[in-house]
């Protein structure tokens, strides 16, 4: 299906780029591609049983779509209140929006508490990330629980900082290039695990 057929079935509005209110250290929402959340969706990483944190969820695509498709429960976090409510307006016309929470929220104050998967596509900065990673971490600490951790289209610096994470372990990478023109070597979903 295309971006707008999937919008349609799960009655969300969720296209777009935008740049309003992105400085450096928040960076412009961009959904990401359909194809590439069905990938994850069926690589068996996310069922019913998980919850996932979607960083900078925007209008809230990536909770829609993994809550329809792999059963799991989607906590969106989005920056921006404009962009936030929009999410909020999406989930009022959701095909599925229970079991789908949006917070207008810094993620470096959020806390983990229950969650055990977490979405990012570049979000925001590494000195942001380092500090949302330390929640995280904190939070397998206080309740140590099988964590994955999914990175679409990482930039260089996220990798350099993930790569030198003690407690974090490289499991696979989905390769998405050929979901796309040109062969970028970025479309890819890397799946971490904190254990």
Same mark, same amino acid.
């Given at each position: 299906?295309?971006?707008?057929?999937?919008? =349609?079935?799960?009655?969300?509005?969720?296209? %777009?780029? *935008?740049?309003? #209110? @992105? /400085?450096?250290?928040?960076? +412009?929402? !961009?959904?990401?591609?359909?194809?590439?959340?069905?990938?994850?969706?069926?690589?068996?990483?996310?069922?019913?049983?998980?919850?996932?944190?979607?960083?900078?969820?925007?209008?809230?695509?990536?909770?829609?779509?993994?809550?329809?498709?792999?059963?799991?429960?989607?906590?969106?976090?989005?920056?921006?209140?404009?962009?936030?409510?929009?999410?909020?307006?999406? =989930?009022?016309?959701?095909?599925?929006?229970? %079991?789908? *929470?949006?917070? #207008? @929220? /810094?993620?470096?104050?959020? +806390?983990? !508490?229950?969650?055990?998967?977490?979405?990012?596509?570049?979000?925001?900065?590494?000195?942001?990330?380092?500090?949302?990673?330390?929640?995280?971490?904190?939070?397998?600490?206080?309740?140590?629980?099988?964590?994955?951790?999914?990175?679409?289209?990482?930039?260089?610096?996220?990798?350099?900082?993930?790569?030198?994470?003690?407690?974090?372990?490289?499991?696979?990478?989905?390769?998405?290039?050929?979901?796309?023109? %040109?062969?970028?070597?970025?479309?890819?979903?890397?799946?971490?695990?904190?254990?």
């Amino acid at each position: 299906m295309t971006e707008e057929q999937w919008d =349609k079935k799960l009655k969300i509005s969720t296209a %777009g780029r *935008l740049d309003a #209110h @992105a /400085d450096q250290y928040h960076y +412009p929402y !961009e959904p990401t591609p359909y194809t590439v959340l069905e990938r994850l969706a069926e690589s068996g990483y996310l069922n019913k049983d998980n919850i996932l944190i979607d960083y900078g969820c925007g209008k809230g695509r990536v909770g829609f779509f993994l809550h329809y498709a792999a059963g799991c429960k989607a906590i969106g976090l989005e920056y921006d209140r404009e962009i936030y409510l929009q999410a909020e307006k999406n =989930k009022n016309s959701a095909a599925k929006g229970n %079991g789908i *929470l949006f917070y #207008h @929220a /810094d993620a470096a104050e959020f +806390p983990v !508490e229950d969650a055990d998967c977490f979405y990012f596509f570049n979000p925001f900065s590494v000195e942001i990330l380092k500090i949302v990673m330390g929640r995280i971490t904190e939070s397998y600490y206080a309740n140590p629980r099988k964590m994955r951790l999914f990175f679409y289209y990482p930039n260089d610096e996220y990798l350099v900082y993930l790569m030198t994470m003690y407690a974090l372990h490289f499991v696979e990478e989905l390769d998405c290039r050929d979901l796309f023109p %040109g062969k970028d070597e970025r479309e890819r979903i890397l799946i971490f695990e904190l254990t």
